[in-house]
Nanobody, 125 residues
Framework: QVQLVESGGGLVQAGGSLRLSCAAS????????VGWFRQAPGKEREFVAA????????YYADSVKGRFTISRDNAKNTVHLQMNSLKPEDTAVYYC??????????????????WGQGTQVTVSS
């Protein structure tokens, strides 16, 4: 069984930065894909970013390109999401997700096998 634990959320002013982390236990991320999704109150869950563990290909939602960076730490089996130039519209609960596939679409939440409990990110104006 895989457990994903997110950390790093919090309250920040617009223009500020936060770094989210997702640590996996029970199974390494190798040969898999890790993604970040978010859900704001009253809205549907949306894709934010993803990384293929082998090869390191990355994917970003248009709304975060140039501001967010996803990276992986092989030694610690951890994925980070560096969020810069945060905007109030980035406010949401952020979820880490993992799939043990390099082939399934990385931007579709339904493709992921495991999910974390979520971490709140609040950006004040």
């Amino acid at each position: 069984q895989v457990q994903l634990v997110e950390s790093g959320g919090g309250l920040v002013q617009a223009g500020g930065s936060l770094r989210l982390s997702c640590a996996a236990s029970g199974r390494a991320f190798s040969r898999g894909t890790v993604g970040w999704f978010r859900q704001a109150p009253g809205k549907e869950r949306e894709f934010v970013a993803a990384v293929r563990w082998s090869g390191g290909s990355t994917y970003y939602a248009d709304s975060v390109k140039g501001r967010f960076t996803i990276s992986r730490d092989n030694a610690k089996n951890t994925v980070h999401l560096q969020m810069n130039s945060l905007k109030p519209e980035d406010t949401a609960v952020y979820y880490c997700a993992a799939m043990y596939s390099m082939m399934r679409p990385a931007t579709l939440g339904s493709m992921y096998d495991y999910w974390g409990q979520g971490t709140q990110v609040t950006v004040s104006s």
